[in-house]
């Protein structure tokens, strides 16, 4: 799946259109503490909006009213219930005129008023927000899978599951946890665009190189990344292009840590034993 230096840019040029006034689907990053990102979700056709993990809340509400002012807050989605993530949604809550609903995988999310277990749906405006069970990171650790129904945009936010040409640390589950996780992710249409909860790209593709040094794709990704300062969103495509644990299945990964052609260990087992190269890389 190599991406060419021409499929390369249309990648980075995707990155405007989620991004453009024009979109029926607006996402927009918003920095928080030293390299988190939440996002502000809006539906263009209903003026309404979400915020994915809004970990500083004048940050985002800030954004929103200085960039939309338009648009009313109505939901915060959570990805896991680490601080770094949920530890803002009670202040923004509190900060707000109305109740608006909370959504995450767990009681352990700090003010969470909606409980998913996965498989859940939720709309907003033109948009469909599906929940996503993906373990690993945390055993709460939901991803939040959306689709315009109007342009058949799609996008996911992936937290701390999986990042820009890496995945989130073992905390709470197993590498077959994560496995699975990034089964359901590969799934998705290869043209998703993947907006990510951490800016680690630059490290990840250390990492990457390390673990395939012959992957071009991961050369080329280098290149662009060393010259961007904010590297979100990726894509589908671009991850199982460059991404070791997406990638975990692949003999060219699976080699590096085992006997070339040794086909008896799992992917599961692959990813295992490159996260633990990753946590000491």
């Not at 050369?219 to 010259?227: D, G, H, L, S, V």
């Not at 644990?245 to 006997?259: E, G, H, L, N, Y």
Request: proline letters at 5%; hydrophobic letters at 35%.
């Amino acid at each position: 799946m190599r991406l060419t230096s021409r499929l390369f840019s249309s990648y980075i040029n995707r990155r405007t259109f989620s991004t453009s006034i024009a979109a029926k689907m607006i996402i927009t990053p918003v920095p928080c503490l030293k390299d988190n990102y939440a996002y502000l979700l809006l539906d263009n056709e209903s003026k309404k909006a979400m915020v994915v993990d809004p970990v500083e809340p004048d940050n985002v509400l800030g954004a929103l009213k200085a960039k939309y002012p338009e648009y009313t807050l109505t939901g915060i989605l959570t990805t896991h219930h680490h601080w770094d993530h949920a530890g803002g949604n009670l202040k923004l809550l509190n900060k707000l005129s109305k109740d608006i609903p909370c959504y995450g995988g767990s009681s352990q999310v700090t003010g969470v008023s909606n409980l998913l277990k996965g498989g859940e749906t939720i709309e907003l405006g033109s948009l469909t927000i599906k929940s996503m069970p993906t373990y690993g990171h945390t055993m709460d650790h939901m991803c939040y899978y959306v689709v315009d129904k109007n342009t058949n945009q799609h996008a996911v936010f992936t937290g701390d599951c999986l990042f820009s040409s890496g995945c989130g640390r073992l905390f709470e589950g197993s590498p077959g946890d994560m496995w699975a996780a990034m089964v359901r992710l590969k799934a998705l249409p290869e043209s998703t665009e993947v907006y990510f909860g951490h800016e680690y790209t630059n490290s990840n593709l250390k990492f990457a190189e390390h673990v395939e040094p012959d992957n071009q794709d991961i050369q080329t990704k280098i290149e662009w990344a060393n010259e961007t300062k904010c590297t979100t969103p990726s894509t589908i495509k671009n991850e199982l292009a460059t991404n070791p644990f997406m990638r975990a299945d692949q003999p060219s990964v699976r080699d590096r840590i085992t006997t070339p052609g040794n086909t008896s260990i799992s992917p599961e087992q692959v990813l295992g034993i490159v996260r633990s190269m990753k946590d000491n890389f």
